[in-house]
Every structure is written in structure tokens, then in C-alpha cells.
């Protein structure tokens, strides 16, 4: 009777022991796949012209790999992020996880899979962001712009928004990009899951009290 508990108890160990690393794979695929939109959008010559430029100077980067919407007038839309704050030495963060999600009217139809990669230029943008929700369109104080294809560096720096949000379409055919009335939430609990503690996303990005080796790749590319 003792060999089959031993064996039952070391089962159940090893079960607990993999909770962990599954609980981030979610978290890890977000990562990865924010990695290869910041690759593509680097290389996109329709966005790099303006892309690139901004990037240099941004205070932070929100990037939302794949943001799904669908409907026929009213529509809907949900995506996993990521948000990386920009260091003393010129370097990014580890990411805090954040969810978008909300509804929409206006003139779409279909059903698109896109990435968004928004670029906070200053701290009034990035408290934004920070603060709990954020809700684009609301009266908060913050301009963000949609930046469209082809447009260059010196027209977007012109514009002076607060935020840029930059996007590629994926998978489908959607009627444009339309985030208003898309709220912005911090997903504390993918924060755990990732960095194996309860953390903040504040703390995270500007704190620097948690590492994920992991998201070295992600930090690295955008520091250059």
C-alpha cells in the first residue's frame, strides 16, 4: 500500500509543479506575438518612415498582437496585450499584460483580425493608460491619433497627439480600425501567472520589481 501513495503523491507533485509554467503560456504566446508585430511593423515600408522615428522618442509602447472585431454596423472587439515603459538607460521594461475590449458603431462589416501597436509619446499619455481603464473617445484630456499607411515622420510629430496607434491587418476584411468607446484594463492576474507573484502593472513598468528572462526578445527590439 505504501508504494502506490508514494507514487500517487509524487503524481500529484509533479501536477502542481506544471500549474505554473502552464498558467503562462498564454501570457508567453502575447509575448511572442508582440514580438513579431513589432517585427513586421519595422519592416513594413508603408509605416517605418513614420514608425521608426516615434519609437526613438516614445515613452512607452502598448502592443495588442491580435485585436479581433466582427459585426455588421454594431460590431465588437477583444485582444491581449502588452505595455512596455521606456528605462533611465534608453531600454524598455518587462511587460504589464492588459486587455482591450468594448463594442462599436459605425460603418464596418466582416470580420478582421488586426494588430495595433500604439506608441505613448509622453507621461500624460502613459498615466492615461496606467490609470485603472482607459477608454478611447472619452473626454479624458488624452489625443490619440490613428496613424494611417505612408504617413511620414515629420507629419505625425506635427500632429503632437499624446498617442499614435499604428495598425496591421491580419486575417479578413474589416470596414477601418475604430477603437472608439474600447476600454483599456490592466489583466493583473496574467501579471502573476507570468512573473509567479501577485504585481501590480505599475509596479512592473516603472518599478522594475519583476523579470521574465523570457521577454528579453521583446525588450531587446525595441531598444534598437
Known amino acids: 500500500m505504501i508504494a502506490p501513495l508514494k507514487r500517487l503523491l509524487l503524481a500529484l507533485t509533479l501536477c502542481f509543479a506544471a500549474v505554473p509554467a502552464l498558467a503562462q503560456q498564454d501570457q508567453q504566446q502575447t509575448v511572442n506575438s508582440a514580438?513579431?508585430?513589432?517585427?513586421?511593423?519595422?519592416?513594413n515600408n508603408n509605416f517605418k518612415e513614420g514608425f521608426q522615428p516615434?519609437?526613438?522618442?516614445?515613452?512607452?509602447v502598448l502592443i495588442v498582437?491580435?485585436?479581433y472585431k466582427g459585426g455588421f454596423i454594431f460590431g465588437g472587439q477583444y485582444g491581449n496585450g502588452v505595455l512596455l515603459v521606456r528605462t533611465s538607460d534608453g531600454g524598455f521594461s518587462y511587460p504589464a499584460f492588459y486587455t482591450m475590449e468594448?463594442?462599436?458603431?459605425?460603418?464596418?462589416?466582416?470580420?478582421e483580425s488586426t494588430a495595433v501597436l500604439f506608441l505613448i509619446m509622453n507621461d500624460k499619455g502613459l498615466e492615461a493608460v496606467l490609470d485603472n481603464q482607459f477608454r478611447?473617445?472619452?473626454?479624458?484630456?488624452?489625443?490619440?491619433?490613428?496613424?494611417?499607411?505612408?504617413?511620414?515622420?515629420?507629419?505625425t510629430s506635427n500632429l503632437g497627439a499624446d498617442i499614435y496607434a499604428f495598425s496591421l491587418t491580419g486575417v479578413g476584411l474589416y470596414g477601418g480600425l475604430s477603437l472608439e468607446g474600447t476600454v483599456l484594463s490592466a489583466r493583473e492576474s496574467w501579471n502573476a501567472a507570468y512573473y509567479g507573484q501577485n504585481v501590480a502593472s505599475r509596479a512592473i513598468v516603472l518599478d522594475n520589481s519583476v523579470s521574465n528572462p523570457k521577454a528579453d526578445a521583446l525588450r531587446d527590439i525595441l531598444a534598437h
Open 102 to 111: 468594448g463594442g462599436s458603431f459605425g460603418l464596418q462589416i466582416g470580420l
Open 65 to 67: 498582437p491580435a485585436l
Open 136 to 155: 478611447f473617445g472619452a473626454d479624458t484630456g488624452v489625443t490619440v491619433l490613428i496613424v494611417g499607411a505612408g504617413m511620414g515622420a515629420s507629419t
Open 54 to 60: 516615434q519609437l526613438d522618442k516614445a515613452r512607452a
Open 35 to 43: 514580438l513579431t508585430t513589432i517585427e513586421r511593423m519595422k519592416n
